[in-house]
Nanobody
Framework: QVHLVESGGGSVQAGGSLRVSCEGSRNRYKYSEYSVAWFRQAPGKEREGVAGIGCDGSTTYAESVKGRFTISKDNDRKIVYLQMNNLEPGDTAMYYC???????????????????WGQGTQVTISS
């Protein structure tokens, strides 16, 4: 069982930066074998994938965040980070991380593949 906890959300002005973190539980499992992704959902909108990182270190990003967001993974500490720069009001949403253990390592943002989900952390960007 993998328990995920997000942190680091908050409120910043447009153009600012935030780093959100997703920490995995300290149970006995190899975090290096898991693929992790960040999703977000704004009020009245559908959930969308933001960034994903495979167990092989490969990454994928939504077009809207390419060049601004960076996902990284610390397997020893069981933490995945999402560094968000040049934030825009349109980035305002609840951010969730999710993880699953794939048969083949790859980065993905397909929600149906992810078995474990965190509770989310709110990111609010003011203009």
């Amino acid at each position: 069982q993998v328990h995920l906890v997000e942190s680091g959300g908050g409120s910043v002005q447009a153009g600012g930066s935030l780093r959100v973190s997703c920490e995995g539980s300290r149970n006995r499992y190899k975090y290096s074998e898991y693929s992790v992704a960040w999703f977000r959902q704004a009020p009245g909108k559908e959930r969308e994938g933001v960034a994903g990182i495979g167990c092989d270190g490969s990454t994928t990003y939504a077009e809207s965040v390419k060049g601004r967001f960076t996902i990284s993974k610390d397997n020893d500490r069981k933490i995945v980070y999402l560094q968000m720069n040049n934030l825009e009001p349109g980035d305002t949403a609840m951010y969730y991380c999710a993880a699953y253990r794939p048969l083949v390592c790859r980065a993905t943002m397909s929600p149906a593949e992810f078995r474990y989900w965190g509770q989310g952390t709110q990111v609010t960007i003011s203009s």
